[in-house]
Protein backbone atom coordinates (compact mmCIF):
# COMPACT_ATOMS: atom_id res chain seq x y z
CA UNK A 1 0.00 0.00 0.00
CA UNK A 2 1.65 3.62 -0.87
CA UNK A 3 1.91 5.69 1.74
CA UNK A 4 -0.36 8.25 0.03
CA UNK A 5 -2.88 7.15 -1.81
CA UNK A 6 -5.14 9.37 -4.31
CA UNK A 7 -7.44 8.07 -7.62
CA UNK A 8 -5.37 8.41 -10.44
CA UNK A 9 -8.55 9.70 -12.57
CA UNK A 10 -9.46 11.11 -14.79
CA UNK A 11 -11.63 13.43 -13.52
CA UNK A 12 -13.76 15.05 -15.72
CA UNK A 13 -16.24 18.48 -14.89
CA UNK A 14 -17.55 21.21 -16.88
CA UNK A 15 -16.55 24.35 -17.34
CA UNK A 16 -17.84 26.40 -14.09
CA UNK A 17 -18.56 23.14 -11.74
CA UNK A 18 -16.62 22.17 -8.34
CA UNK A 19 -13.83 19.65 -8.88
CA UNK A 20 -13.42 17.76 -5.70
CA UNK A 21 -9.61 15.97 -4.98
CA UNK A 22 -9.22 13.30 -2.17
CA UNK A 23 -6.22 11.46 -0.43
CA UNK A 24 -5.69 9.53 2.06
CA UNK A 25 -2.27 9.23 4.04
CA UNK A 26 -1.26 6.10 6.13
CA UNK A 27 1.47 7.61 8.60
CA UNK A 28 -0.23 9.49 11.65
CA UNK A 29 2.62 11.19 12.35
CA UNK A 30 2.45 13.42 8.98
CA UNK A 31 2.61 16.90 10.09
CA UNK A 32 2.13 19.16 6.47
CA UNK A 33 0.18 18.45 3.51
CA UNK A 34 0.39 19.80 -0.22
CA UNK A 35 -1.30 20.45 -2.80
CA UNK A 36 0.86 20.79 -6.09
CA UNK A 37 -0.30 21.39 -9.69
CA UNK A 38 1.76 19.76 -12.24
CA UNK A 39 1.16 20.39 -16.27
CA UNK A 40 2.72 17.67 -18.17
CA UNK A 41 6.51 17.74 -18.85
CA UNK A 42 6.22 20.67 -16.27
CA UNK A 43 7.10 21.15 -12.16
CA UNK A 44 4.57 20.98 -9.43
CA UNK A 45 3.27 24.17 -8.93
CA UNK A 46 2.20 24.75 -5.54
CA UNK A 47 -1.38 25.14 -4.71
CA UNK A 48 -2.15 24.78 -0.90
CA UNK A 49 -0.46 24.09 1.78
CA UNK A 50 -2.37 22.48 5.24
CA UNK A 51 -1.23 21.78 8.83
CA UNK A 52 -3.87 21.95 10.90
CA UNK A 53 -7.71 20.14 10.98
CA UNK A 54 -10.12 22.50 9.25
CA UNK A 55 -10.20 24.19 6.08
CA UNK A 56 -8.25 26.37 4.24
CA UNK A 57 -9.20 28.36 1.65
CA UNK A 58 -6.96 30.41 -0.74
CA UNK A 59 -9.61 31.85 -3.99
CA UNK A 60 -11.07 29.48 -5.69
CA UNK A 61 -9.37 26.40 -3.92
CA UNK A 62 -10.36 24.94 -0.59
CA UNK A 63 -8.24 22.51 1.12
CA UNK A 64 -9.54 20.45 3.73
CA UNK A 65 -7.47 18.13 6.43
CA UNK A 66 -8.94 16.06 8.56
CA UNK A 67 -6.30 13.59 10.74
CA UNK A 68 -8.37 11.60 12.64
CA UNK A 69 -9.58 10.06 9.42
CA UNK A 70 -6.16 10.81 7.31
CA UNK A 71 -7.71 12.57 4.87
CA UNK A 72 -7.02 15.44 2.97
CA UNK A 73 -8.96 17.39 -0.09
CA UNK A 74 -9.02 19.88 -2.43
CA UNK A 75 -11.98 21.58 -3.96
CA UNK A 76 -11.35 23.75 -6.78
CA UNK A 77 -14.62 26.13 -7.54
CA UNK A 78 -15.71 27.79 -10.66
CA UNK A 79 -13.61 25.49 -13.02
CA UNK A 80 -11.79 26.12 -15.83
CA UNK A 81 -10.46 24.46 -18.63
CA UNK A 82 -6.86 25.96 -17.56
CA UNK A 83 -7.25 23.73 -14.12
CA UNK A 84 -7.04 20.70 -16.86
CA UNK A 85 -3.90 19.28 -14.88
CA UNK A 86 -2.58 16.31 -12.69
CA UNK A 87 -2.61 17.45 -9.31
CA UNK A 88 -0.30 15.43 -6.71
CA UNK A 89 -1.01 15.40 -2.64
CA UNK A 90 2.23 15.81 -1.19
CA UNK A 91 3.01 14.83 2.96
CA UNK A 92 5.77 15.08 5.00
CA UNK A 93 6.53 13.69 8.84
CA UNK A 94 8.77 16.26 10.48
CA UNK A 95 9.50 20.02 9.33
CA UNK A 96 11.83 20.11 6.11
CA UNK A 97 11.69 16.61 5.82
CA UNK A 98 11.02 14.83 2.09
CA UNK A 99 7.66 14.94 0.24
CA UNK A 100 5.72 11.47 -0.14
CA UNK A 101 3.87 12.20 -3.10
CA UNK A 102 0.59 10.40 -4.31
CA UNK A 103 0.28 9.06 -8.12
CA UNK A 104 -1.79 12.15 -8.64
CA UNK A 105 -5.11 12.51 -9.97
CA UNK A 106 -5.68 14.18 -13.59
CA UNK A 107 -8.35 16.82 -13.81
CA UNK A 108 -9.92 17.33 -17.06
CA UNK A 109 -12.08 20.28 -17.29
CA UNK A 110 -13.98 20.54 -20.31
CA UNK A 111 -15.74 23.55 -21.72
CA UNK B 1 10.14 36.65 -7.05
CA UNK B 2 13.42 34.02 -7.83
CA UNK B 3 12.60 30.71 -8.18
CA UNK B 4 14.45 27.22 -8.18
CA UNK B 5 16.97 27.58 -11.26
CA UNK B 6 17.94 24.56 -12.69
CA UNK B 7 20.52 23.45 -15.25
CA UNK B 8 20.27 22.00 -17.67
CA UNK B 9 17.07 21.76 -18.61
CA UNK B 10 17.31 19.30 -21.73
CA UNK B 11 20.71 16.29 -21.24
CA UNK B 12 20.58 13.97 -23.27
CA UNK B 13 23.80 11.06 -22.67
CA UNK B 14 24.69 7.69 -23.67
CA UNK B 15 24.58 4.89 -21.36
CA UNK B 16 27.74 4.41 -19.57
CA UNK B 17 28.24 8.35 -19.80
CA UNK B 18 28.40 10.54 -16.39
CA UNK B 19 26.00 13.53 -16.15
CA UNK B 20 25.88 16.61 -13.52
CA UNK B 21 23.08 18.62 -12.70
CA UNK B 22 22.87 21.85 -11.02
CA UNK B 23 20.60 23.58 -8.68
CA UNK B 24 20.42 26.92 -7.04
CA UNK B 25 17.85 27.41 -4.43
CA UNK B 26 15.27 30.17 -3.93
CA UNK B 27 17.76 32.95 -1.99
CA UNK B 28 18.18 32.41 1.55
CA UNK B 29 16.79 29.16 1.35
CA UNK B 30 18.81 26.67 3.39
CA UNK B 31 17.56 23.45 2.42
CA UNK B 32 17.69 21.44 -1.18
CA UNK B 33 16.05 18.31 -2.81
CA UNK B 34 16.10 16.21 -4.97
CA UNK B 35 13.45 14.24 -6.80
CA UNK B 36 13.40 11.86 -9.57
CA UNK B 37 10.38 11.88 -11.81
CA UNK B 38 9.78 8.97 -14.53
CA UNK B 39 7.10 8.87 -16.82
CA UNK B 40 3.71 8.71 -15.78
CA UNK B 41 5.22 8.01 -12.26
CA UNK B 42 4.84 10.72 -9.28
CA UNK B 43 7.90 12.74 -7.92
CA UNK B 44 10.45 9.80 -6.14
CA UNK B 45 12.50 12.06 -3.22
CA UNK B 46 16.13 10.90 -3.83
CA UNK B 47 18.16 13.37 -1.21
CA UNK B 48 18.47 16.53 0.71
CA UNK B 49 20.73 18.81 2.43
CA UNK B 50 20.65 21.16 4.99
CA UNK B 51 23.37 23.58 5.81
CA UNK B 52 25.56 22.13 3.23
CA UNK B 53 25.11 18.74 4.91
CA UNK B 54 23.32 15.53 4.06
CA UNK B 55 20.09 15.55 5.98
CA UNK B 56 18.30 12.76 4.23
CA UNK B 57 18.59 10.34 1.88
CA UNK B 58 15.94 8.36 -0.49
CA UNK B 59 15.97 5.73 -3.09
CA UNK B 60 19.64 7.01 -4.94
CA UNK B 61 21.27 4.88 -6.69
CA UNK B 62 24.75 4.14 -5.69
CA UNK B 63 25.99 5.44 -8.86
CA UNK B 64 24.40 9.13 -8.03
CA UNK B 65 26.08 11.41 -5.59
CA UNK B 66 24.90 14.59 -4.45
CA UNK B 67 26.69 17.73 -2.52
CA UNK B 68 25.44 21.29 -1.42
CA UNK B 69 28.55 24.23 -1.72
CA UNK B 70 28.48 27.16 0.50
CA UNK B 71 26.61 29.34 -1.62
CA UNK B 72 23.64 26.73 -0.95
CA UNK B 73 23.03 25.61 -4.60
CA UNK B 74 23.04 22.08 -5.17
CA UNK B 75 24.80 19.32 -8.03
CA UNK B 76 24.03 15.62 -8.74
CA UNK B 77 26.40 13.88 -10.51
CA UNK B 78 25.11 10.63 -12.30
CA UNK B 79 27.70 7.76 -13.19
CA UNK B 80 27.59 4.83 -15.53
CA UNK B 81 24.10 5.94 -16.93
CA UNK B 82 21.35 3.75 -17.49
CA UNK B 83 18.19 3.82 -19.74
CA UNK B 84 16.05 3.53 -16.49
CA UNK B 85 17.61 6.79 -15.86
CA UNK B 86 15.43 8.71 -18.25
CA UNK B 87 13.72 11.05 -16.43
CA UNK B 88 12.68 14.74 -15.36
CA UNK B 89 14.85 15.76 -12.09
CA UNK B 90 13.44 18.19 -10.02
CA UNK B 91 15.13 20.01 -7.10
CA UNK B 92 13.19 21.88 -4.64
CA UNK B 93 14.24 24.42 -1.66
CA UNK B 94 12.67 25.33 1.53
CA UNK B 95 13.33 27.41 4.51
CA UNK B 96 13.97 25.94 7.89
CA UNK B 97 13.10 27.23 10.60
CA UNK B 98 9.89 29.52 9.40
CA UNK B 99 6.34 28.82 9.93
CA UNK B 100 5.95 26.86 7.08
CA UNK B 101 8.84 23.85 5.56
CA UNK B 102 7.20 24.81 2.08
CA UNK B 103 9.36 22.95 -0.68
CA UNK B 104 9.71 25.22 -4.21
CA UNK B 105 10.17 23.06 -7.53
CA UNK B 106 12.57 24.18 -10.09
CA UNK B 107 11.78 23.70 -13.69
CA UNK B 108 13.52 20.83 -14.14
CA UNK B 109 16.09 18.46 -16.28
CA UNK B 110 14.73 16.17 -18.36
CA UNK B 111 17.43 13.72 -18.80
CA UNK B 112 17.54 11.33 -21.90
CA UNK B 113 20.00 8.29 -21.55
CA UNK B 114 20.50 6.29 -25.24
Same mark, same amino acid.
Request: glycine letters at 10%; charged letters at 35%.
Given at each position: QKEVEQNSGPLSVPEGAIASLNCTYS??? %?QSFFWYRQYSGKSPELIMSIYSNGDKEDGRFTAQLNKASQYVSLLIR? %??? %?? %?ATYLCAVNIRPADKLIFGTGTRLQVFP | AAGVIQSPRHLIKEKRETATLKCYPIPRHDTVYWYQQGPGQDPQFLISFYEKMQSDKG????RFSAQQFSDYHSELNMSS =?? =???SALYFCASSLVGTSTDTQYFGPGTRLTVL
Open positions: DRG %SD %SQP %SD %S | SIPD =LE =LGD
